[in-house]
């Protein structure tokens, strides 16, 4: 694949990289098939779910958090420690509820009865991985909470500030079919999120491997694959991966299109939209198909990386009409039709 990646940036002027980096770098390459080994690891464990795996990678590349809509039952736990196992990376597991309250997330000050003085309890936000169960459960206090330690990387306990673990990835989860008793994330915190990941049931081979694999005297674990000083150079790797001109360009069609699709022959889809993406969007998509481009063992990125990843970065940032919702027209539907509409270069 790197071979005849290098041979399609010699024949396209388009995809020619800078001279301070060299596209044959080693080092890349093998940063690359490292993380490749992880999602490797992996699929020892987890069947099927190549997708939600390859995003997870995405996410930790770049630092960003990820928000996973599914179903209870479709292994969205079992993926999260089984990436920590892999990476030797420590997981905590917060199931969301009405009456949880901010500290429970965050962490609080105890009063030492013998000291006379406060000490900092931290809360299970203090890891690598955390997997923030059903997140639309818990209302808005304990939402911001998390949110803000998910933005800053860092939590506020009395007259200190503590810096979160590094690495540090938040995989928070909805269940798309069930509503009562929850509180919808708002659109400036939906926007927190880097990706937003759809996970569907498995295929019928695939469940068949399930049962196999789960109804066993010992269900499989992940082995260490990596750790967290090899994941911190494979994230230099990625800053060091090409964006050419005309993909920056692209991607700025992408994410105004979403704004104004009359301005790109996409006058239909004026009226299904009552906002677009923000500007975060933007940054978000150029550092996902960075990492997308690096995990195919490439040291540029292609348009097919962008438009791979751009309905994860889109989808919850698009604001819907009454008209859209009464037509039942989804997320996904407008921005496959953006991909369609906006030129690729």
Same mark, same amino acid.
């Given at each position: 694949?790197?071979?005849?990646?290098?041979?399609?940036?010699?024949?396209? !002027?388009?995809?020619?990289?800078?001279?301070?980096?060299?596209?044959?770098?080693?080092?890349?390459?093998?940063?690359?098939?490292?993380?490749?080994?992880?999602?490797? *690891?992996?699929?020892?464990?987890?069947?099927?779910?190549?997708?939600?795996? *390859?995003?997870?990678?995405?996410?930790?590349?770049?630092?960003?958090?990820?928000?996973? *809509?599914?179903?209870?039952?479709?292994?969205?736990?079992?993926?999260?420690?089984?990436?920590?196992?892999?990476?030797?990376?420590?997981? =905590?597991?917060?199931?969301?509820?009405?009456?949880?309250?901010?500290?429970?997330?965050?962490?609080?000050?105890?009063?030492?009865?013998?000291?006379?003085?406060?000490?900092?309890?931290?809360?299970?936000?203090?890891?690598?991985?955390?997997?923030?169960? *059903?997140? =639309?459960?818990?209302?808005?206090?304990?939402?911001?909470?998390?949110?803000?330690?998910?933005?800053?990387?860092?939590?506020? /306990?009395?007259?200190?500030?503590?810096?979160?673990?590094?690495?540090?990835?938040?995989?928070?989860?909805?269940?798309?079919?069930?509503?009562?008793?929850?509180?919808?994330?708002?659109?400036?915190?939906?926007?927190?999120?880097?990706?937003?990941?759809?996970?569907?049931? !498995?295929?019928?081979?695939?469940?068949?491997?399930?049962?196999?694999?789960?109804?066993?005297?010992?269900?499989?674990?992940?082995?260490? @694959?990596?750790?967290?000083?090899? /994941?911190?150079?494979?994230?230099?790797?990625?800053?060091?991966?090409?964006?050419?001109?005309?993909?920056?360009?692209?991607?700025?069609?992408?994410?105004?299109?979403?704004?104004?699709?009359?301005?790109?022959?996409?006058?239909?889809?004026? !009226?299904?939209?009552?906002?677009?993406?923000?500007?975060?969007?933007?940054?978000?998509?150029? =550092?996902? @198909?960075?990492?997308?481009?690096?995990?195919?063992?490439?040291?540029?990125?292609?348009?097919?990386?962008?438009?791979?990843?751009?309905?994860?970065?889109?989808?919850?940032?698009?604001?819907?009409?009454?008209?859209?919702?009464?037509?039942?027209?989804?997320?996904?539907?407008?921005?496959?039709?953006?991909?369609?509409?906006?030129?690729?270069?």
């Amino acid at each position: 694949m790197l071979k005849e990646g290098l041979d399609q940036l010699k024949e396209n !002027p388009m995809l020619q990289r800078s001279s301070s980096i060299d596209v044959t770098d080693e080092a890349l390459v093998e940063q690359s098939r490292f993380m490749m080994s992880i999602a490797g *690891e992996m699929s020892r464990v987890v069947v099927g779910q190549r997708a939600v795996v *390859e995003r997870m990678l995405v996410g930790l590349l770049c630092n960003g958090h990820l928000l996973v *809509e599914g179903v209870p039952g479709l292994a969205k736990t079992l993926l999260v420690r089984t990436l920590g196992d892999a990476l030797s990376l420590q997981f =905590n597991r917060i199931q969301f509820t009405p009456d949880l309250l901010p500290s429970d997330v965050v962490g609080t000050q105890v009063l030492d009865a013998r000291s006379g003085d406060f000490k900092v309890k931290r809360g299970p936000v203090f890891t690598n991985l955390l997997l923030a169960d *059903e997140i =639309n459960r818990a209302p808005a206090k304990v939402q911001s909470a998390l949110l803000e330690a998910m933005q800053e990387r860092q939590v506020t /306990l009395g007259d200190h500030t503590h810096a979160l673990p590094d690495p540090f990835l938040v995989l928070a989860t909805q269940n798309p079919l069930e509503h009562e008793g929850t509180y919808p994330l708002p659109e400036a915190q939906l926007d927190r999120f880097m990706l937003k990941v759809l996970i569907d049931y !498995p295929l019928r081979v695939e469940e068949r491997e399930i049962l196999k694999r789960m109804t066993g005297l010992v269900p499989p674990r992940a082995h260490v @694959a990596g750790s967290g000083a090899q /994941l911190a150079d494979a994230k230099e790797m990625v800053a060091k991966v090409h964006v050419e001109g005309r993909i920056f360009d692209y991607v700025l069609d992408l994410v105004e299109a979403t704004r104004k699709p009359e301005a790109h022959g996409l006058k239909e889809m004026q !009226p299904l939209l009552d906002g677009g993406a923000s500007p975060r969007a933007g940054i978000a998509l150029v =550092n996902a @198909a960075r990492a997308m481009a690096f995990l195919r063992g490439r040291p540029y990125v292609l348009p097919e990386d962008v438009k791979a990843l751009a309905p994860d970065v889109l989808r919850h940032r698009i604001v819907l009409s009454y008209e859209a919702e009464a037509d039942r027209v989804t997320p996904d539907a407008l921005v496959t039709r953006l991909l369609e509409g906006v030129v690729v270069p």
